[in-house]
């Protein structure tokens, strides 16, 4: 069983890896959904089932198909973008690691968390984080109504109705706020 | 209540004029309400039983030791009656300088009062910073549109340079108030006791603003330019009255609340304050603006005040407070007198006048007695208060003495010097001017009058701050 | 089913929260690493699920299900900033004609 | 008995009251009307001197009256207050008398000038603050008469006030004076500690108690000196009062001779209480006044301005002064302060009388053969001459030759001296007087007699230089030594002085002078009348005599030594104190918190990707922070 | 709770009116909406539904009175939105619901007592901000302020879910007060929970834009519609403190993470005033103050004691007052001068606009702290809790910095007060000199009353 995990893991950190690295971004769709899978895998290990089917359902149904689209409709599968230099790469490198040793470093006592429950092993099932769902987290299941509802008038508001392109409102160039008195 | 109403009058007053603007006149209403301010303060006076009166005291806000206490012993009553004395002068003088707006002017002079009054009646640590601090805008204000050449970067300058040592004090108040058993009141700073450690640090911050203010070597270095450009009615104020404000601020603040911080830095003190005397009377002597000889010669002056106050003893307090009402009076005749000559030459630089003696006789002696009371001869009021510094000085250290009593040699060779280079040797430019009119003399015999008359009995003026040093004494460990 | 069940007590909760903190690492590496806009949200999703894995993990390790509902409303706040952030996206396309952040720079000092 | 408690006070009050009506209504006054008011208010101070004078009973000592409370403070009380005891009235008989006399004569001499009411106004000024001087209860309150009165002669000396270089002297004087000041009021300050008071009176009960030689006593006797260096125009600080001769020569005579340079001797007899408890002070003084009186001797001999003359010889007699004091002999300095004024006032108001013949000219090159023109002034200025030469029975004889006696006894040093400058002293007067009044006219403007008003106060002089020794008769020539026994009522320091020399010595000693003074007498007749040697360019002579003509160059000293290097100072310190330390100090603050704030602004450079890492970095620095911080 | 349900029916209401065109009634209804809410929560009617707030939320008085606020400073920039918008027909209802939907957000901030819900919270106010800062749909700055902000929000927004989901895997629970507890039990020798805490406060730290997250706030500020930059100034910054405060307010702090708070509130005083120094823009120059306030009222946050709650809302509540006020006469100089938002345009605004002038000296000194304006007594009441929790020397570099700030601040007064020959004309609609009055008044009024102004 271990070795299931081990193996997720190691397909999680290598697609990770392919998602920052690859060149063009249907790569990183591509990589980034098999990441996705990974993990959905680990909940299905975690004994979370309900949170692995809406994990699938959100993230790889929705939301890369979302990722995907817009790639597709803006055209930018080009790998238009220009590489950054060799100093930024290990920069980025560098505090990606170094956040990473410092975490380690952190815990390198281990975690003491004891558990806070008995082992129950139907937690993960629907039933069980139904009911906290609607019972305990009722106030943020309606507040997350309102977010929605932001989202969607967001995305009216900013990709709303195409107009013909206007160039940007001469507004006074920066230069001059950048000099003192 | 007699001490709201010097509150009350300027702040009124002067809120009408902003309101209703009377153009013409601005100036005789601004008089009238000093002059009335002035009264109030004789009354005060005539009235003042010993020991301190508490005007008014309203708690506001007790949870952040803010009360609105108004109150006043000898010390606090003689700043008042320096302040009411010489804000009709200050008023006068816009005779001379017809400064624009004369309306918002005299409203800014009044508001200044007001707040002036307010640091010296207040009897709450906030209350008086409060004022401390608000006394700061209507100058920044009156420098700033009436200012000449340069007094947009000068008047901030000077605003900033100030206000750090407002801020320290700020810090230093704070401090003071977050102590068990403060109840925000000025009598509790003396009554304080902070471990001797915490006061050699807490001294700075509390002396730090008055040392700024009066200003200590080497903390002058805003003077001579703020006095250069401000409005002569503005230099009048910041060298008359808002100076003191620094005096009395260190006898107030800083005395009481650290005395072994400021006992920890006496030497100090005294040693910059002296320095700053010599060192000023000595750069004085090159000046070639009045104001900037006046700025450095207030520098002087104040430098043997402030080592009087920090003497720490009973001759050198009462001298350097007699000196406050003392140098308040040169200062604002010396000031009144440049104004006088630049109405008439048009500028305050000395190389432009020279012989005015012969064109104007009158002012020329005016100006006369005014040096000699500048070089403190005695009957003139400034030696009564240097005397008593000089003696306070011996019981610190005699050298220090010998160093302050210099500053009477250094201040006949400048103040000499400038008069001759104003008043004496042949008419150069041959300037058409006019003689010391009415005006002027309504000025400067009062306030020569005064010199003269405290010089000879400064009996009133001692007794006032007798037994307030006394008091501040019994603080001392 | 039992397996499965036992394989949470197999593997230690360490290794859960490490490979985490390496995917959150690498996460944040590609943020600040990339300068596509489009990857850099993926980036920051990625950032999210590994932080959703986390959640999972001390949820069955606490036998508490609000650690998993907590990952459920994750998922509905990565979903709307999605939406809202590809909105922008298609803005900055749209008006600047790329997608490269760097590009974006009038804004300064 | 007199009402002192009133009268006293009259006396200095009503040459001021003189000086404030007479200022005040200067443009409507004439010369000779503010002439006569001043004369007269100074006439009825010198009646009411007399009148207090001739009530004074010497068994009581003397009488304060009290005026004002002044310096009131708890541990201090000093009031203004005056004294009237027998050196006081002397000193007011002196300035009063002399000064109604100067007055007087300012008439005539001031007639044409336009600010003459401006003038005696401010002589009379003077004469007021010379009497609270000498009549102050405490030295505080003759402190401010001897301020005033060199606040008295910065105005007199500046009088002309266009001249730039007569306002240069002015402030030249006051500067020294102030210089001298500094140590009066810090031995002033030093006095009050030791005693609690500044009461001559209280004083010279309570130093009765003091250590001989204390240490404090000798500082504060020496600063005292220090003062009266100043205003006596002692060595080093003299040179003062040869360039005070800018002023009209009525002020030389008041101020520079008879009565304000004396102050420093006043201050010394009333402190002799103190004085004799500190010998070293005493030995200074003694050395300070030998130098002086043979410095501004030998210069004397060679100044072509006929003032210049008259105020070396004044800092050389001051000298002589000096000695006296310094030997103890109170009574002998204040008896030749007397005869001083006398004499010297004769001959200041004498010059000034031949300044006026001959139309404003001052170098006697330019002048000569005026006995027979100007016959009153011939005259008088004899008898000043011979009585500052000391010529027999004549006042200046007796006072000179008491001090030299003193200094004899004193150490003969001193006396070989003394003689040698007193020998200068005869040679440069009677070459004066050769050459003034001798041979032929060499000036151009047309000589004549002055009026009434100037030579009357000259004939009055020249009797009291004649006879003025009988104040102080000695012994020796049949009399008790008057004046000193009316002083030593009043100061404890003169009743203890006794000359102690047999007079077979004293005789020696007075013949040895007589027969030197009168050999320089004759070589001066000789090189002057017979002969008229004029002195020409400094330049020209030999390099000693070159020095001496000029001074001994001690102004350009003086201006190398201290006013230069001042001037440098003054400039030097506003360049670097304040325009590189004071203001960057003040800007400096400033200045780096701008630059920062420009450094730190450049962190902001607007492009995401670098805000995402500087995020970044910034979370992982603050994490390192915070773990490295936790104390596990 | 009623209100917050007021509020989310308000937005859709808006949002709806905007669907069927009916932009002149937008306002209106808008502000009796807020001005309900208001009522509500003055009131105190339906403040708490057990079912859905037991657990999450609490209207306590802390609550409330931030809530209060909050609806004030909405209503107030509805007021000028009144002006801001009178040209403008498009979007104009979508705009306002977002503000409105962000508002839900930030009153649940103030008084959330779950983990959970601060975040969501949190996003419900983010999000509607990221579009509301592009909101200027034609303008490049507009949607480059919008595009940063989004990335560096989210970006925070991983870092604060991190931080959470390591608080909930040390102590099993989102519930505040229990995370609270367990912070004083086993606080210091549980490394989870101090990594879990630090991103936690790391997240909140974004929002209020500390130093090293402030990096988003100068540019949006500067880029975003004015009226929006005024919203995050006011409404965000007061509810972001609002939820940090509730956050460590009974939490014993571990001392490491203490010590990296008081840092950053050190770095953030620094930056913040030092960068001011050299800005002549107005608006990132109030974005930079903005960050330097921030340093104040975290040194007040860290000093934890019954007053607190009441210095934060004071200073918050008057902060915000000063700059909805200057925010409104920049809209006005900058109208005047036709885009311009430099501090040069105030010259010679005392002889063109004396009141308004005045107005923004108030509020100038009342940001720079000096007495008799409220700033001032909010600074003063700041430094007394910060000696008195003992921060020396963080509170004297606060003293400091506070003089920097006065420096910045009088430049603008000084450009106001300096005469200038050829000065524009500006034009005050009634609302905005209504608004400003307001706002000048209030500072001092508060000044001299504070106690009007207690939580």
Redesign the interface.
């Known amino acids: 069983m271990q070795l299931l995990f081990y193996i997720l893991a190691a397909i999680s950190v290598i697609s990770a890896v392919a998602v920052v690295s690859s060149r063009s971004p249907m790569n990183s769709v591509i990589a980034l959904v098999v990441c996705f899978l990974s993990i959905a895998g680990h909940y299905v290990l975690l004994n979370a089932q309900f949170l692995a089917m809406v994990h699938i359902i959100v993230y790889t149904g929705a939301i890369m198909v979302l990722f995907l689209f817009v790639i597709m409709l803006l055209n930018l599968n080009r790998a238009a973008e220009p590489m950054k230099t060799l100093g930024t790469r290990v920069v980025a490198v560098l505090a990606g690691g170094l956040l990473f040793v410092t975490l380690l470093a952190a815990l390198r006592h281990g975690i003491e968390a004891r558990a806070a429950n008995a082992y129950d092993p139907t937690v993960g099932l629907v039933k069980s984080v139904g009911m906290s769902l609607y019972t305990e987290f009722l106030l943020p299941f309606e507040v997350s109504s309102v977010l929605f509802l932001s989202a969607v008038v967001g995305v009216v508001l900013l990709a709303g109705k195409e107009r013909p392109w206007t160039p940007p409102t001469m507004e006074p160039t920066e230069t001059e706020g950048a000099r003192g008195e | 209540m007699t001490a709201l109403l010097l509150l009350l009058i300027p702040f009124v007053t002067a809120t009408l004029l902003m309101v209703l603007r009377p153009t013409e006149r601005a100036r005789g209403i601004a008089l009238g309400s000093t002059l009335a301010s002035l009264a109030v303060a004789l009354v005060l006076w005539a009235g003042f039983p010993g020991g301190t009166v508490t005007d008014l005291h309203t708690a506001w806000?007790p949870?952040?030791a803010l009360d609105f206490s108004l109150g006043h012993d000898g010390i606090g009553l003689l700043m008042l009656l320096l302040t009411s004395v010489a804000f009709p002068f200050i008023i006068g003088a816009g005779y001379g300088e017809r400064l624009r707006h004369p309306s918002l002017v005299n409203a800014l002079l009044l508001y200044t009062q007001c707040f002036l009054y307010g640091v010296f009646l207040a009897q709450n640590v906030?209350l008086f910073?409060?004022?401390y601090?608000?006394s700061l805008?209507p100058v920044?204000?009156l420098l700033?549109?009436w200012g000449g050449e340069h007094r947009?970067s000068i008047?901030?300058?000077f605003?900033?340079?100030t206000?750090?040592g407002?801020?320290?004090l700020?810090?230093g108040i704070?401090?003071c108030?977050?102590q068990p058993g403060m109840d925000g009141s000025m009598d509790a700073l003396g009554r304080l006791q902070l471990p001797v450690g915490t006061q050699t640090w807490l001294f700075w911050a509390l002396f730090l603003a008055f040392a700024i203010k009066l200003p200590i070597?080497?903390?002058?270095?805003?003077q001579?330019d703020t006095y250069t450009v401000a409005p002569m009615q503005g230099v009048m104020v910041l060298a008359a009255v808002m100076l003191k404000m620094g005096l009395y601020g260190v006898v107030k603040v800083v005395l009481p609340a650290v005395p072994d911080g400021a006992l920890y830095w006496q030497r100090t003190v005294i040693v910059l304050s002296l320095v700053g005397a010599v060192?000023a009377a000595?750069?004085a002597?090159?000046q070639h603006d009045l104001r900037r000889l006046i700025a450095y010669s207030s520098m002087s002056h104040v430098g043997v005040m402030c080592a009087g106050l920090f003497a720490w003893n009973?001759?050198g307090l009462?001298g350097a407070l007699f000196q406050a009402l003392a140098h308040a009076v040169l200062v604002l005749a010396m000031l009144y007198i440049t104004g006088a000559l630049k109405e008439r030459t048009g500028t305050s630089g000395m190389g432009a006048m020279g012989?005015l003696?012969?064109r104007m006789p009158r002012l020329a002696?005016l100006f006369?007695l005014v040096v000699?009371n500048g070089i403190s001869?005695?009957?003139f009021q400034s030696f009564?208060g240097e005397?008593?510094v000089?003696?306070g000085l011996?019981?610190v250290d005699?050298w220090l003495?010998?160093m302050a009593?210099?500053t009477?040699?250094l201040g006949?060779?400048y103040m000499?010097?400038a008069y001759?280079r104003v008043?004496?040797?042949?008419?150069k430019w041959q300037l058409e001017v006019h003689d010391a009119g009415l005006r002027d003399h309504l000025v400067l015999v009062p306030l020569i009058a005064i010199t003269l008359v405290l010089g000879?009995?400064?009996?009133p003026i001692?007794e006032l701050v007798?037994g307030p040093?006394?008091t501040l004494l019994s603080l001392f460990p | 089913m039992e397996n499965v069940i036992t394989a949470i007590r197999v593997v230690p909760l360490e290794h859960y929260v490490y490979l985490s903190f390496l995917l959150f690492c690498i996460g944040v590496a590609g943020v600040v690493f990339r300068r596509n806009t489009i990857i850099i949200l993926m980036c920051i999703e990625l950032m999210f699920n590994s932080v959703n894995l986390l959640l999972a993990a001390f949820s069955a390790h606490h036998s508490d299900p609000r650690g998993q509902v907590f990952v459920f409303f994750i998922m509905l706040v990565a979903a709307a900033e999605v939406t809202v952030g590809l909105a922008i996206l298609v803005m900055m396309k749209r008006y600047a004609n790329s997608v490269d952040v760097n590009q974006l720079n009038t804004l300064k000092w | 008995m007199v009402n002192t408690g009133v009268l006293a006070p009259l006396v200095p009050l009503l040459p001021l009251l003189g000086a404030v009506v007479i200022?005040a209504l200067r443009r409507r006054m004439g010369a000779v009307q503010a002439g006569a008011l001043a004369t007269a208010m100074i006439g009825a101070g010198f009646a009411i001197s007399l009148v207090l004078f001739a009530g004074f009973d010497t068994a009581a000592g003397g009488t304060t009256v009290r005026l004002?409370?002044?310096?009131?403070?708890?541990?201090?009380d000093i009031p203004?207050a005056l004294r009237v005891d027998a050196l006081s009235l002397t000193m007011m008989l002196i300035v009063t008398g002399v000064g109604t006399l100067i007055h007087l004569y300012s008439i005539g001499y001031m007639h044409d000038d336009p600010r003459a009411a401006t003038f005696f106004s401010n002589l009379n000024l003077f004469t007021f603050c010379m009497l609270v001087l000498v009549m102050g209860s405490n030295f505080?309150v003759t402190?401010?008469g001897w301020?005033?009165v060199g606040?008295c002669s910065?105005?007199l000396i500046?009088f002309w006030?266009?001249?730039?270089d007569y306002?240069y002297a002015?402030?030249k004087a006051?500067?020294m004076n102030?210089?001298g000041?500094?140590g009066m009021?810090?031995a002033m300050?030093?006095l009050?500690?030791l005693f609690g008071t500044l009461e001559y009176a209280a004083i010279m009960d309570k130093a009765a108690g003091m250590r001989w030689n204390d240490p404090l006593l000798v500082t504060a006797t020496l600063l005292l000196v220090l003062g009266a260096t100043g205003k006596s125009a002692q060595v080093p600080l003299f040179t003062w009062l040869p360039d005070a001769m800018a002023g009209p020569t009525p002020v030389s005579a008041l101020i520079h001779a008879a009565t304000m340079v004396t102050a420093g001797i006043f201050l010394v007899v009333r402190g002799s209480v103190l004085f004799e408890l500190a010998p070293f002070t005493q030995e200074v003084i003694v050395w300070v006044g030998t130098a002086t009186a043979l410095l501004a001797a030998s210069i004397g001999l060679l100044q072509n301005d006929i003032k210049k003359v008259l105020a070396y010889s004044t800092v050389s007699q001051l000298g002589y002064m000096f000695v006296a004091l310094g030997t103890g002999a109170y009574g002998a300095a204040m008896f030749h302060v007397t005869t001083h004024a006398f004499f010297k006032a004769l001959l200041f108001l004498g010059a000034g009388s031949v300044i006026h013949a001959l139309g404003g000219e001052q170098d006697i090159r330019k002048m000569g053969g005026l006995k027979g023109k100007v016959r009153t002034t011939y005259l008088t200025f004899l008898a000043g001459t011979a009585a500052i030469s000391g010529l027999p029975l004549l006042s200046g004889f007796f006072s000179k030759d008491l001090i030299m006696a003193h200094a004899f006894q004193h150490g003969p040093e001193v006396f070989v001296l003394l003689l040698i400058g007193a020998l200068f002293t005869a040679f440069y007067m009677f070459r004066l007087l050769f050459l003034v009044f001798f041979g032929t006219y060499r000036g151009e403007a047309e000589p004549h007699e002055s009026p009434i008003t100037m030579t009357l106060p000259l004939v009055v002089l020249a009797v009291l230089s004649v006879v003025g020794g009988v104040l102080n008769l000695p012994h020796l020539f049949g009399g008790n030594e008057a004046l000193k026994h009316y002083l030593g009522t009043a100061a404890a320091g003169i009743a203890n002085e006794e000359l102690v020399l047999s007079a077979a010595t004293e005789i020696a000693l007075m013949a040895v002078t007589l027969v030197l003074v009168a050999l320089t007498i004759v070589l001066a007749h000789a090189r002057f009348v017979k002969r008229t040697t004029l002195e020409g360019d400094p330049a020209a002579m030999p390099p000693l005599k070159r020095l001496v003509a000029e001074r001994w160059r001690i102004d350009e000293l003086y201006a190398r030594l201290f006013e230069r290097p001042?001037?440098w100072?003054?400039?030097t310190?506003?360049r670097i104190?304040?325009e590189r330390?004071?203001?960057p100090?003040?800007?400096g603050?400033?200045t780096v918190a701008i630059r920062t704030g420009q450094a730190l602004r450049k962190l902001q450079t607007g492009n995401a990707s670098f805000h995402l890492l500087a995020m970044a970095a910034g979370i992982i620095i603050f994490l390192l922070i915070t773990l490295l911080t936790d104390p596990r | 709770m009623s209100a917050l349900i007021l509020l989310s029916v308000l937005g859709v209401v808006l949002m709806f009116m905007g669907l069927r065109g009916m932009r002149d009634k937008l306002l209106p209804v808008a502000v009796a909406g807020l001005l309900g809410a208001l009522a509500l929560l003055v009131a105190g009617r339906g403040l708490e539904w057990p079912v859905l707030t037991d657990g999450m939320m609490r209207f306590d008085g802390y609550a409330l009175g931030f809530s209060r606020a909050l609806v004030v400073f909405t209503l107030l920039l509805f007021l000028f939105a009144i002006d801001y918008y009178s040209k403008v027909r498009e979007n104009v209802a979508e705009i306002l619901a977002l503000m409105i939907f962000a508002l839900v957000g930030a009153v649940v901030m103030a008084g959330y007592t779950n983990l959970l819900v601060l975040f969501l919270a949190v996003e419900v106010m983010s999000i509607p901000l990221y579009i509301l800062a592009g909101g200027k749909r034609d303008s490049l700055r507009s949607g480059e302020a919008s595009i940063k902000y989004f990335l560096q929000g989210s970006f925070a927004s991983g870092f604060f879910l991190l931080g959470i989901a390591l608080v909930y895997g040390s102590c099993a629970s989102f519930d505040l007060a229990t995370v609270q507890a367990h912070a004083a039990a086993a606080g210091a020798d549980d490394r989870l929970f101090l990594l879990g805490l630090f991103f936690t406060i790391s997240g909140l730290a974004f929002k209020v834009a500390a130093v090293p997250f402030h990096f988003w706030s100068p540019d949006v500020y500067e880029g975003s519609p004015t009226l929006i930059t005024a919203y995050m100034n006011t409404v965000v910054k007061t509810a972001a403190f609002a939820a940090f405060y509730r956050l460590i307010e009974h939490m014993q702090l571990p001392f490491a993470v203490h010590a990296m708070l008081l840092l950053m509130t050190a770095c953030t005083l620094l930056l913040g005033n030092l960068v001011a120094l050299r800005q002549t823009h107005f608006k990132r120059l109030l974005a930079y103050s903005a960050i330097a306030h921030t340093g104040f009222l975290m040194l007040a946050l860290l000093s934890p004691g019954p007053?607190t709650p009441d210095v934060l809302y004071y200073y918050l509540v008057t902060y915000a007052l000063a700059t909805v006020g200057l925010f409104i006469v920049l809209t006005i100089t900058k109208r005047a001068s036709r885009g311009d938002e430099h501090i040069r345009t105030f010259r010679g605004m005392f002889r063109t606009a004396p009141w308004v002038a005045i107005v923004t000296m108030l509020l100038l000194?009342s940001l720079a702290g000096?007495?008799?304006t409220a700033g001032?007594?909010a600074k003063?009441?700041v430094?007394?809790l910060s000696?008195?929790a003992g921060y020396?020397w963080t509170?004297?570099l606060a003293?400091?910095m506070?003089?920097v700030g006065?420096?910045y601040y009088?430049?603008v007064i000084?450009e106001a007060?300096?005469?200038q020959p050829d000065a524009l004309p500006l034009r005050v609609s009634t609302v905005n000199w209504v608004l400003i009055s307001l706002c000048g008044i209030a500072v001092v009024l508060f000044a001299v009353m504070?106690?009007w102004l207690a939580l």
């Open positions: 806000l949870s952040i906030v910073y409060i004022f601090e608000l805008i920044f204000f700033l549109y947009r008047t901030v300058r605003f900033i340079y206000l750090l407002g801020m320290a700020l810090f704070v401090y108030l977050v070597f080497p903390f002058h270095g805003w001579p060192y000595i750069i002597l090159r009973h001759f009462t012989g003696k012969l002696v006369m000699m001869l005695p009957l009564v005397w008593l000089f003696n011996w019981e005699r003495t010998f009593v210099t009477i040699v006949a060779i000499l010097y001759q008043m004496l040797g042949p008419d000879a009995y400064p009996g001692l007798d040093a006394l | 200022g004002l409370d002044w310096m009131a403070v708890t541990g201090m203004l505080l402190f401010v301020e005033g606040l910065y105005l500046g006030y266009t001249r730039p306002n002015a402030r006051f500067v102030r210089i000041d500094v009021v810090l300050v030093l009050f500690h001042y001037a100072l003054s400039r310190l506003h104190g304040e330390v004071v203001v100090l003040m800007n603050v400033g | 007053r000194l000096i007495p008799l001032f007594l003063y009441r430094f007394m000696l008195e020396l509170t004297g003293v400091l506070a003089l006065i420096y009088v430049i000084r007060f300096t005469p504070p106690q």
